[in-house]
């Protein structure tokens, strides 16, 4: 069964910083598409960054470029969001996704192709 564990979040202050792990088990990472989601009270689920298995940068919404970087470490099935310059409106339930689907740039940053989630991390961003 593939697995996915989210761990990193924090309470912290508008521009601070926190990093993001996702953990995979069960699969390798090489073999997936992965994305980071959040969901802030009172909204919906947005996509927040991905990242295909074979592409060198990843894909984000416009409110965090140049803030946020996903990353990948294939080597500790891991991937991770960093993210800088934290902002009140970051603050929500972080949920790392996996899935197998091609074209991650089309796609990636909708929760429809994703098959698996992790529990999410929660990040709070207050002074």
């Known amino acids: 069964q593939l697995q996915l564990v989210e761990s990193g979040g924090d309470l912290a202050q508008p521009g601070g910083s926190l990093t993001l792990s996702c953990a995979l088990s069960?699969?390798?990472?090489?073999?997936?598409?992965m994305g980071w989601f959040r969901q802030a009270p009172g909204k919906e689920r947005e996509g927040v960054s991905c990242?295909?298995?074979?592409?060198?940068?990843?894909y984000y919404i416009d409110s965090v470029k140049g803030r946020f970087t996903i990353d990948r470490d294939d080597a500790k099935n891991t991937v991770y969001l960093r993210m800088t310059d934290l902002k009140p409106e970051d603050t929500g339930v972080y949920y790392c996704?996996?899935?197998?689907?091609?074209?991650?740039?089309?796609?990636?940053?909708?929760?429809?192709?994703?098959?698996?989630w992790g529990q999410g991390t929660q990040v709070t961003v207050s002074s």
């Open positions: 996704a996996a899935g197998t689907f091609l074209r991650a740039q089309l796609m990636c940053l909708q929760q429809f192709p994703y098959t698996s």
């Open positions: 069960g699969f390798t990472l090489d073999a997936y598409t």
């Open positions: 990242m295909g298995p074979t592409d060198d940068s990843g």
